[in-house]
C-alpha cells in the first residue's frame, strides 16, 4: 500500500474523530470515500497507530464503541512563538495569496488562525505588528479561486495514483484538446500552478497550467510514478517554467544593473563573477525557449548577450520588432 494513501486515510480518520460524539468504526468507513478499498481490521490498525500521536479515547455509548478526540484538544493553550516564527506565520500567508478560494489556501487559513488563537495576548499583539511593519511582495500571478474543484480533484487523483481525463486548452495550437494523463506533482512556479504528469496522448511526461483545464475527471484506472522520476530534476532546466533543450548562455551586465542583479539567484545553475568596474559576468546552463528571450530583454540596455550567437541575434532581432511596433495595427497580430 502506497504511504500517501496510508497518510491520507488517516488524515480522515483524525477529521472524524474530531466530530461532537467521536465515531463508531461503522462510522469512520461511512467517511472514507469509496475508492479507498479497506475494511474494519484495516481501521482498527490505523486507531492504534493514531493513539501513539494523538489523544484518543474510547467510549461505550448504547452499546457501542465511539472513539474520540480529547475534547478540546484542538485548542491547547499557551503555546509559546519566537517572533521570528510569528514573522514566518505572517509571509506564509501572503505568499499563499494566489491560491485565495482553493483548499489549499483555507487550510493555510485555518492552520494559522488556530496558532494565532492560543498565543498569549502579547503575542497577538505583536503578530499584529508584524501584519503592519512585514509583507510579502508576489509579483505577477495568477488567481485560482474559479479552479478551486479542478485543484481539488488533482490532490485527491495525484494521491489514489488514479490517471483523469480532462479537456485542455492548448495555448500553441489555439485549441481544446481531450487528454489523458498520469497525474504525479503539483508544481507551483513563477505565479501559477501547474500539473506534471505523463500524457497519454503525446506518450511523455508533460507539464500541463492548472487554469487551462476545462473540465476534469478522477477515473478508476490506477497510474503510479515511475521509480526514478524526480520532479526537481524534470524542471531543473527551466527559467521559470517553460522546458526545453539546454544552452549555455553567458550575460554581461553593465554596472548599473550589476548593482541589482548581482545579489540574487537567477537560476541554480549559474555562475556569477564581478570584475574589477564592478561589472556583473552570468553564466548559466537553462533552456532555449521563448521565456529566456524576455527575462534577458527585462534588463532593457543593461544587459548583452555574450553567447551563444544564435540567442544574441535573436534577442537584437525581438528588439527590433518591438521597437518598431509603433503601428496600431500591429496589435491585430498578437495571440492573446
Known amino acids: 500500500m502506497p504511504r500517501n494513501d496510508q497518510v491520507t486515510r488517516q488524515w480522515i480518520l483524525i477529521q472524524a474523530l474530531d466530530r461532537p460524539g467521536g465515531a463508531t468504526i461503522e462510522d469512520l468507513l461511512r467517511h472514507l470515500p469509496a475508492d479507498f478499498t479497506c475494511n474494519a481490521r484495516t481501521v482498527r490498525r490505523d486507531l492504534q497507530a493514531l493513539e501513539a500521536i494523538f489523544p484518543i479515547y474510547t467510549d461505550r455509548i448504547d452499546g457501542k464503541m465511539r472513539w474520540k478526540l480529547i475534547q478540546g484538544f484542538s485548542r491547547v493553550p499557551a503555546v509559546q512563538f519566537s517572533a521570528t516564527e510569528l514573522m514566518a506565520m505572517v509571509f506564509t500567508r501572503d505568499l499563499a495569496r494566489p491560491l485565495e478560494g482553493t483548499p489549499i489556501k483555507e487550510s493555510l487559513d485555518s492552520a494559522l488562525a488556530k496558532a ?9 499583539a505583536y503578530l499584529e505588528a508584524l501584519q503592519g511593519a512585514f509583507s510579502a511582495g508576489l ?6 479561486r474559479q479552479h478551486r474543484e479542478t485543484i481539488d480533484q488533482l490532490a485527491r487523483a495525484i494521491t489514489k495514483h488514479r490517471v483523469v481525463e480532462m479537456r ?28 506534471i504528469g505523463y500524457c497519454h496522448l503525446r506518450r511523455h511526461v508533460r507539464m500541463f497550467a492548472v487554469d487551462r483545464i476545462r473540465s476534469m475527471t478522477v477515473t478508476n484506472h490506477p497510474c503510479q510514478m515511475p521509480l526514478g522520476f524526480n520532479v526537481e530534476e524534470y524542471v531543473k532546466d527551466a527559467l521559470m517554467v517553460m522546458r526545453g533543450p539546454q544552452i549555455d548562455v553567458e550575460l554581461l551586465f553593465d554596472r548599473k544593473t550589476s ?43 543593461g544587459v548583452s548577450v555574450a553567447r551563444p550567437d544564435t540567442l544574441r541575434h535573436e534577442v537584437i532581432a525581438i528588439a527590433a520588432k518591438i521597437a518598431n511596433q509603433d503601428d496600431p495595427g500591429c496589435h491585430n497580430s498578437v495571440q492573446r
Not at 116 to 124: E, I, K, T, Y
Not at 262 to 289: M, N
Open 116 to 124: 494565532s488563537a492560543v498565543l498569549p495576548a502579547a503575542a497577538r
Open 139 to 144: 509579483g505577477p500571478h495568477k488567481h485560482y
Open 168 to 195: 485542455y486548452y492548448s495555448a500553441s495550437r489555439d485549441k481544446t484538446m481531450r487528454r489523458k494523463v498520469d497525474p504525479y506533482h503539483i508544481w507551483y512556479a513563477a505565479g501559477g500552478l501547474y500539473l
Open 259 to 301: 548593482a541589482w542583479a548581482k545579489g540574487r539567484i537567477w537560476h541554480p545553475s549559474q555562475q556569477a563573477t564581478i570584475a574589477k568596474d564592478g561589472c556583473l559576468t552570468l553564466e548559466l546552463r537553462v533552456a532555449d525557449t521563448p521565456e529566456l528571450v524576455g527575462w534577458i530583454l527585462s534588463f532593457g540596455s
